[in-house]
């Protein structure tokens, strides 16, 4: 469902080099038109086939060229203006600055923006057929869908290198569709930032072997999709699970407690987090060498790992308005999950059992008790998708 009018939605322009770049004005005529408010990132690059007077012409602010200059940080700082919007979108978007953000480049003002979002972004390629269908461009496209970055066209065509194929720049009104598009995402949590963990994590013991658990990521992941198809931006940090991505959902792979914590904590802020994975306690102090069978048994000494659910919930800035905890108990379920909602800060525990005979980690269902602050609320046994989804509708009348 499109949105009515951009009417105050923040968009940040980043036009690079080609041929192309000359769409981007017709780009921001249609944004204003809708009264998107605009702000434009020129590339040196894209200053060789536009001039920032045009593009400033028509934005509402000043057109930000380069991260040296020293007029542009004292102004706004790179930080600042990838904070400043809703949205990043880069049209054109040459093969060049694809392999960049592909590999976390930041050499410019553009590109440094790129890395420090923490926001939304599409982007529009545009380049000669040959660089698009090139092995390095497929695979830097591959890695910015993994990311959850939005790929526009390009379109096919004739070319204005004299060739004809895919390469031409998306038309600025179906660049401008996708913008409508994207907050037009109707749905309850439309707007709302949801940072999801799920699976186990993997400990190394030497290069070879790890300590892990026995979570699928299952509940975690019907989670995250709940909350995608209710309209929220959502952030699921996914430790080594066998489940596909959900689809419109922004995917984060890690291995151990560590990187997960990291990467939640890099995804804030965030309206809800929701503390699904089974992270391990504990990690091994770790060998760098593959531990060699040599007659004694090895002695594997444990290190406390970060509590990811107590950080976030201790926090004193930044700390989302709901925080979710899961708790997996093998006896005294609601007793040990109340005091953990307590002990780690956060607003709610979802409770599982997880004894003996009990087919809940790994498994298609789950059977959970609500803990809040007005008590236990034991839920009936269900599928995963179906605790997910009641879990979420609980989020939206919690939110509303
Ligand atoms: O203390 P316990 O591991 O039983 O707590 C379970 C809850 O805490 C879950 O929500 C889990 O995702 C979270 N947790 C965490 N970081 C840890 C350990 C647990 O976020 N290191």
Not at 173 to 185: L, P
Not at 358 to 364: L, Q, R, Y
């Amino acid at each position: 469902m499109a949105a009515l009018s951009l009417d105050g939605r923040r968009v940040l322009l980043i036009v690079s080099g080609g041929i192309a770049a000359y769409k981007a004005l017709e780009l921001v005529r249609l944004l204003r038109k809708d009264n998107a408010g605009v702000r434009a990132v020129l590339t040196r690059r894209g200053a060789e086939f536009i001039t920032p007077l045009s593009l400033q012409a028509l934005c509402e602010d000043r057109v930000y060229t380069d991260l040296f200059s020293l007029t542009d940080e004292s102004e706004m700082g790179h930080i600042q203006l990838s904070r400043s919007a809703d949205l990043l979108v880069v049209a054109p978007a040459s093969a060049d600055l694809l392999a960049k953000m592909a590999a976390g480049i930041a050499d410019d003002l553009a590109t440094t923006i790129l890395l420090a979002t923490d926001k939304p972004v599409i982007v529009a390629p545009a380049m000669n057929v040959r660089m698009w269908q090139h092995a390095a461009t497929v695979a830097n496209i591959a890695v910015l869908r993994a990311r959850g970055i939005v790929v526009i066209g390009p379109d096919e065509g004739p070319m204005a290198c004299g060739e004809f194929g895919p390469g031409r720049l998306a038309e600025p009104a179906a660049i401008f569709a996708a913008v409508r598009d994207f907050f037009g995402k109707s749905g309850a949590l439309a707007g709302r930032h949801v940072i999801v963990t799920s699976g186990p994590t993997y400990e190394p013991i030497d290069p070879v072997r790890y300590i892990a658990n026995r979570s699928s990521g299952r509940q975690g992941h019907a989670i995250a999709q709940a909350l995608a198809a209710n309209g929220a931006r959502v952030t699921l940090v996914s430790g080594p699970v066998t489940l596909a991505d959900p689809p419109g959902v922004v995917s984060i792979h890690v291995e151990t407690a560590r990187e997960m914590h990291a990467a939640a904590a890099a995804a804030l802020p965030a309206n809800v987090a929701i503390f699904c994975a089974a992270v391990a306690d504990w990690r091994v102090d770790a060998s760098d060498r593959k531990i060699k069978k040599s007659g004694t048994v090895p002695t594997i000494s444990l290190v406390e790992n970060p509590d990811i659910l107590s950080d976030i919930s201790h926090r004193a800035n930044g700390r989302p308005g709901l925080v979710i905890g899961f708790a997996a108990e093998t006896e005294n379920l609601v007793a040990n999950a109340t005091a953990k909602r307590l002990r780690k800060g956060c607003d709610w525990i979802v409770a599982n059992h997880v004894g003996a005979g009990s087919d809940v980690m790994g498994g298609t269902d789950n059977e959970v008790v609500l803990i809040t602050q007005d008590g236990a609320e034991p839920w009936q046994r269900a599928s995963k998708s179906a605790i997910a989804d009641k879990l979420v509708s609980r989020i939206i009348k919690a939110l509303s």
